[in-house]
């Protein structure tokens, strides 16, 4: 996969896979990490990963909210995470692969435009 700017992810459109594509490499992922904000690698190197502190329970249920809506709407789904009320977490990987794909930084790109209310 060749590296791209967060507005050329948001651009595209995330593709059924059912297997057969391959994972991408912990380079490959690493450097397209650097396109996006506040993303990580898990110690898998399986998934990306962000997190976020915040206002209160509902704000993170009216952000995790909207990321179902456009989950839905690509077909991927990320695992959502609240904790301690206010700590969320999103987890992304293309499940039919166990790894990493073009659609998973597709996501978190869309994602990262989505408006989140974060503790002052």
């Known amino acids: 996969m060749t590296t791209q700017s ?3 992810l948001r651009a595209k459109r995330c593709l059924p896979c059912e297997g057969g594509v391959p994972k991408l490499t912990n380079d490959e992922a690493q450097a397209q990490l650097t396109r996006l904000s506040g993303w990580s690698l898990t110690a898998d190197s399986k998934r990306i990963r962000k997190d976020w502190t915040v206002k209160n329970f509902m704000a993170g249920m009216r952000f995790f909210n909207k990321v179902a809506e456009i989950a ?6 990320p695992d959502l995470h609240i904790a301690g009320y206010r700590n969320v977490t999103i987890e992304i990987w293309t499940h039919a692969i166990d790894g990493l794909s ?8 869309k994602i990262d435009e989505l408006p989140v209310e974060l503790k002052s």
């Open 6 to 8: 967060a507005e050329q």
């Open 72 to 77: 839905e709407a690509e077909g991927h789904h």
């Open 102 to 109: 073009e659609n998973d930084f597709i996501l978190a790109a």
